[in-house]
């Protein structure tokens, strides 16, 4: 029980703020994320044992992550309201007040998830194609594509918002 202790502890240490950056990242909301963390390593501590290569614990974590942001939906009961009742706000407005980095954020969050996951493992953990191929059990070849293409939509979007932008501004 010491030896699992030990190598538990070690894992918390090495990862905890990995596994909170993502899950805050995910969820966008600092109690939240940090439930999510916490159960993560609930279920690391439950599960240790399974996890025979040290090296994979990363991407074994950020597995556990992604379940339990999935979780969090699937137990989610919304709701209901009266349409007349809730007020829209543009979305789009709020971004730019905020700053690059949140419109950002809200671009990357409007990616197809085939294409948002393999690009968010790339930008906040660094992972190689071959890493994200083994996270998401998918070959190189197509996670390669799927960051092209993600790059590219961001690209595009990023293009389509700003001359939208030139034209209220001119008009």
């Known amino acids: 029980m010491k030896e699992k202790q030990k190598r538990y502890e070690a894992l918390v240490h090495a990862f905890h703020g990995d596994i909170y950056r993502y899950a805050y990242w995910l969820t966008r909301d600092g109690s939240i994320a940090e439930d999510i963390a916490q159960e993560t390593f609930l279920r690391a501590w439950r599960s240790l044992d399974s996890l025979k290569d040290e090296k994979s614990a990363k991407s074994w974590l950020i ?19 009266d349409i007349d009742d809730v007020q ?25 998830v085939d294409y948002r996951e393999p690009l968010l493992l790339q930008l906040i953990f660094g992972y190689s194609g071959e890493e994200i191929a083994q996270q998401l059990e998918l070959n190189k070849n197509t996670v390669m594509t799927r960051l092209f293409r993600a790059r590219n939509q961001l690209k595009d979007m990023l293009e389509q918002d700003a001359s939208s932008e030139r034209g209220r501004t001119n008009g």
Do not use: C, M, S, Y
Request: proline share 2%.
């Open 63 to 81: 597995t556990i992550v992604r379940r339990e942001n999935a979780r969090r939906f699937e137990r989610k009961q919304l709701d209901l309201v």
């Open 88 to 112: 829209v706000t543009d979305d789009a407005f709020h971004a730019k007040q905020e700053g690059d980095h949140e419109e950002l954020r809200i671009l990357i969050a409007r990616l197809p």
